[in-house]
């Protein structure tokens, strides 16, 4: 067993004081004015694409052969929660992919195979690929690759770039609601080819006419297209040839494959089924392919002559950036540095990666039994809770409280055809987004919701696992393997992680329960949400895993990562702090507020020394892990504890230094997670972090912008005025809010919601007594305790 050293709470205060001044030094200028440019113009999409390079950021990953994580964000072409995109790949995942998730494009890697012009989520599923080739080519996935200059590659919003230097093509993409756009420049060649081909499933292909192709790729396997399995490619210009191939992937000893290549063949299938079709150009001629997806034939030929369709590829280029350039403007900003700048609209634009539109209102989409029906509201995709659920959509709740109604009431016609709610693979967090829409003014049938939120929370055969278990007993259990490996070992049930989810989500529960007048359910959901504290050992001080008869796992080690055992993706440090709606419950069973302060600045000091691998284990402060979800809001846990200083320190300090700072200037943390990540920086640059999304309160961090105006949905303003804000001057001394002297490190959605204008007046130094009463933490599960505290930086 694992016992606090003594006089940890002294060591700890000066670690972390020394820690937080340097990330302030660390941390960019922010006086710099903007310039003219506006603000679709400073989004970079290639933001997101490379890791962190500084080894004490990164820890001990990745594991040998493998890369290390970049944000897994795509470059590619898209609108905001686009059915589609247009999207480079310079990773051949069909042969495998090292990370573990089929991500098609990492920026350090030399080689472009091809480009996707599917909606799946990560781009590497896409399919067809398709190719521009000049010369020789070959059948996938002996994907015969181009070596390409970075110097040549753009990417904007709705847009991008990159010359292939082999063959001597340009490509550009962009892309519509339901369409990409692939443009490519050729030399002077008789054989300037395109390839289209259906990945490793396979599938049919057909050449239509002297301009098209179609096909379908095999149904049913995990790659298909998420907006459908069917595509059609229409070419701007008539073939001079074509033909078929497929490659037949099951004999081994025969290199990749039996190839089958026939020129003049109109349909093929099989797997890798694909088409070429040739050209004969001269140097600067343009061929431009449309794609178009769909559940039939006949919806991915409408799609692809649709209304909001276009043919020209200049147009349709202009149309996408003005999309992102309507939503970007209603968050300006002044101040910061042209980088900072740079990566708030970088990562605002990633923060719309999710969830993805299936259907607008009046078009037609497939429902989960296979039925054809007409849209009567913009139908959207399932979100990734146990991701996004836990910032971006507080984030989509202040800018686009529509498209908010309309998400949750996909997902509620979902678990109408299905019998359950949509849930995370952890977790059940689909309650956050009911519970903080309706506490944020959003109008819905939460009865409606609450059917389904409360079938989920209570039927041991529903999307809950271990629900009897944790019904029963107040906790999850975990099976300690042979020879108990630590560490780290990645099965089991993560039972302490999973008890302090469901809690996290029993708590939202409860209070849709109230606000429906359910009493009874109400209380009973108020008692579950304190089951976080029957997995909490007060041996060691931490949350640890329990046998089933109850003994405490042993060996433990809080410094270990576990990715399923006990802990999810996390270590005993990171999953201590996952009790977002009882930080005040929390900070009694740490022992009170010195206490917990204690805790704190060791997690954020303590040296990341972990003997196991984890892959997911990056953008590292301490033990703090900003490269995963499980600990993303404990910099903003200080508010709760009176130290509201040390959350404006660190905030800056996470901005600064895990974001942007790698070789390339594109580097994330780690994986973006449709949003996630990105949705932390966006919130983190205006000020502000909603700890738990599924109240209406924002916990203040420190703008790194001396004034952000965010429009909100119902068209009022909410500013953020920073006065006096500099590369030093990172800590709150006063407040107001609305011209009124405001004491609280937190604001809620009902003070924003009609405008407001929130005045911060910065300095050098810590002031302790602006935040630190408990009088004025943000509301918690637990009441917080009257009296004196201290408070002392």
Same mark, same amino acid.
């Given at each position: ?6 006089g940890?709470t ?6 972390? *004081?020394?820690?937080?001044?340097g ?6 200028s922010?006086?710099t004015?903007?310039?003219r440019?506006?603000s679709?113009?400073l ?9 962190l390079d500084?080894?004490?950021?990164i820890?001990?990953a ?18 905001p929660?686009s059915?589609t995109e247009?999207?480079p790949?310079?990773i051949?995942t069909?042969?495998? %992919? ?6 098609? /494009?990492? /920026? ?16 590497a599923r896409g399919a ?5 080739v000049?010369?020789d080519w ?5 994907y015969?690759?181009?070596s390409?200059d ?6 904007s919003?709705? /847009?991008?770039?990159?010359d292939l230097?082999?063959?001597r093509?340009r490509a550009e993409?962009?892309?519509t609601?339901?369409?990409?756009l692939?443009?490519f420049?050729f030399?002077?060649s ?10 490793r499933? &396979? ?7 002297d301009h ?6 095999t ?5 298909r297209d ?5 595509f059609?490619?229409? %070419?701007?210009r008539p073939?001079a ?6 490659a ?5 000893g ?6 089958d ?7 093929v299938?099989?797997d890798?089924?694909?088409?070429y079709?040739t050209?004969?150009?001269r140097?600067?001629?343009?061929v431009?392919v ?9 919806e991915?030929e409408?799609?692809l002559?649709?209304?909001?369709s ?5 147009r349709?280029?202009?149309?996408a ?16 540095t042209?980088?900072?700048r ?5 990562t605002?634009?990633?923060a719309f990666?999710?969830?993805r539109?299936?259907?607008?209102k009046?078009?037609?989409?497939v ?5 054809d029906?007409?849209?009567? /509201? ?10 996004t &659920?836990?910032?971006?959509?507080a984030?989509?709740?202040?800018l686009?409280p529509?498209?908010i109604?309309?998400?949750m009431?996909?997902e ?7 019998g359950y709610?949509?849930t ?5 967090h ?12 959003i109008? %819905?049938?939460?009865? *409606?919701a609450?059917a389904?939120l409360?079938k989920?929370a209570?039927d041991p055969?529903?999307?809950?696992g271990?629900?009897a278990e944790?019904d029963?007993? &107040? ?7 042979e ?6 070992y ?17 708590? *939202?529960l409860?209070?849709?329960?109230r606000?429906?007048?359910?009493a009874?359910d ?9 089951n976080y504290r ?8 931490f949350?640890r895993g329990r046998t089933?008869?109850?003994r405490?796992?042993s ?7 576990y990715?399923n055992f006990m ?6 440090w ?5 009790v ?12 009170g507020?010195?206490?917990f ?6 997690? %954020? ?12 284990c990056?953008?590292l ?25 040390k ?7 996470i901005?600064?230094d ?9 580097g994330?943390?780690g ?6 990540t990105s949705?932390w920086?966006v919130l983190s *640059?205006?000020?502000?972090y909603p700890?738990?999304?599924s ?6 961090g ?7 105006r965010l ?6 303003v909410?500013d953020?005025v920073?006065r006096?804000?500099? #590369? ?13 002297p ?9 003070d924003i ?8 007046t910065?300095g050098p130094r ?7 009463d408990?009088q ?7 009441a917080t305790p009257?009296?004196?505290?201290r408070? #002392?930086p």
């Amino acid at each position: 067993m694992i016992s606090l050293p003594q006089g940890r709470t002294r060591l700890g205060a000066a670690m972390v *004081a020394l820690a937080l001044s340097g990330g302030a030094a660390a941390a960019s200028s922010v006086g710099t004015s903007t310039s003219r440019t506006t603000s679709v113009d400073l989004a970079n999409p290639l933001v997101g694409t490379a890791p962190l390079d500084r080894p004490a950021w990164i820890g001990n990953a990745p594991p040998p052969g493998e890369p290390l994580y970049t944000g897994m964000t795509t470059p590619g072409a898209s609108l905001p929660e686009s059915a589609t995109e247009a999207a480079p790949v310079n990773i051949n995942t069909d042969l495998g %992919f090292a990370t573990g998730v089929p991500v098609a /494009y990492d /920026y350090r890697r030399p080689t472009m195979f091809g480009f996707t012009g599917g909606g799946s989520t990560y781009g590497a599923r896409g399919a067809p690929m398709v190719m521009p080739v000049v010369g020789d080519w070959t059948v996938p996935p002996d994907y015969l690759g181009s070596s390409y200059d970075k110097a040549t590659e753009k990417a904007s919003p709705g /847009y991008y770039a990159v010359d292939l230097a082999t063959f001597r093509v340009r490509a550009e993409l962009t892309a519509t609601q339901w369409t990409s756009l692939m443009r490519f420049t050729f030399p002077e060649s008789r054989r300037s080819h395109v390839i289209v081909n259906l990945r490793r499933d &396979g599938g049919q292909v057909e050449v239509v006419d002297d301009h098209t192709v179609r096909g379908v790729a095999t149904a049913g396997g995990r790659d298909r297209d998420a907006d459908g399995p069917f595509f059609v490619a229409e %070419f701007s210009r008539p073939f001079a040839a074509f033909g078929t191939f497929h490659a037949d992937v099951t004999h081994v000893g025969e290199g990749l494959g039996r190839e089958d290549v026939q020129a003049g063949r109109r349909q093929v299938a099989g797997d890798y089924a694909g088409a070429y079709v040739t050209f004969d150009t001269r140097a600067g001629d343009q061929v431009t392919v449309r794609i178009a997806h769909g559940h039939s034939a006949a919806e991915a030929e409408q799609r692809l002559h649709a209304q909001d369709s276009d043919a020209d590829f200049d147009r349709v280029r202009a149309k996408a950036r003005a999309i992102w350039a309507a939503l970007f403007d209603r968050v300006q900003v002044t101040g910061g540095t042209p980088k900072q700048r740079m990566l708030f609209y970088s990562t605002l634009y990633h923060a719309f990666a999710s969830p993805r539109v299936i259907a607008r209102k009046g078009e037609h989409y497939v429902d989960a039994q296979g039925h054809d029906n007409v849209a009567d /509201y913009d139908h959207y995709g399932p979100v990734p809770f146990w991701d996004t &659920g836990r910032n971006q959509i507080a984030l989509l709740m202040l800018l686009q409280p529509k498209v908010i109604q309309d998400i949750m009431r996909s997902e509620l016609d979902r678990a109408r055809e299905r019998g359950y709610m949509n849930t995370s693979f952890h977790g059940d967090h689909a309650v956050l987004l009911y519970d903080g829409a309706w506490r944020r003014g959003i109008d %819905f049938d939460y009865a *409606a919701a609450y059917a389904y939120l409360r079938k989920n929370a209570t039927d041991p055969k529903g999307p809950r696992g271990d629900l009897a278990e944790y019904d029963r007993q &107040g906790w999850i259990a975990d099976i300690v393997p042979e020879g108990s490996p630590s560490p780290p070992y990645a099965g089991g049930k993560a039972g302490v992680a999973t008890t302090l989810e469901y809690a996290w989500d029993d708590h *939202a529960l409860a209070d849709v329960a109230r606000r429906l007048g359910k009493a009874d359910d109400a209380a009973m959901f108020e008692r579950r949400a304190a089951n976080y504290r029957h997995v909490f050992d007060p041996s060691v001080g931490f949350f640890r895993g329990r046998t089933a008869d109850g003994r405490w796992i042993s060996p433990f080690d809080p410094g270990e990562p576990y990715y399923n055992f006990m802990m999810k993706e996390a270590s005993g440090w990171s999953t201590l702090w996952l009790v977002p709606h009882d930080v005040q419950g929390l900070i009694d069973l740490l022992g009170g507020r010195d206490a917990f302060n204690a805790r704190l600045d060791a997690f %954020f000091t303590t040296p990341y020394t972990a003997k196991g691998i984890c892959r997911d284990c990056t953008g590292l402060i301490g033990q703090y892990v900003q490269g995963n979800q499980p600990d993303q809001q404990a910099a903003y846990l200080y508010a709760w504890s009176g130290q509201p200083w040390k959350t404006q320190a660190l905030t800056r300090r996470i901005l600064a230094d895990l974001y942007g700072s790698d070789a390339t200037g594109y580097g994330y943390p780690g994986m973006d997670d449709q949003g996630s990540t990105s949705s932390w920086y966006v919130l983190s *640059a205006m000020g502000f972090y909603p700890v738990d999304p599924s109240t209406p309160d924002y916990i203040l961090g420190s703008p790194i912008f001396d004034r952000v105006r965010l429009t909100l949905g119902n068209g009022k303003v909410l500013d953020i005025v920073a006065r006096d804000n500099t #590369e030093q001057n990172v800590y709150i001394q006063s407040a107001t809010l609305n011209g009124k002297p405001w004491n609280k490190p937190w604001f809620s959605h009902d003070d924003i919601a009609d405008g407001a204008t929130l005045v911060l007046t910065m300095g050098p130094r810590p002031n302790p007594r602006w935040g630190s009463d408990p009088q004025s933490a943000p509301p918690s599960m637990s009441a917080t305790p009257r009296g004196p505290t201290r408070s #002392e930086p």
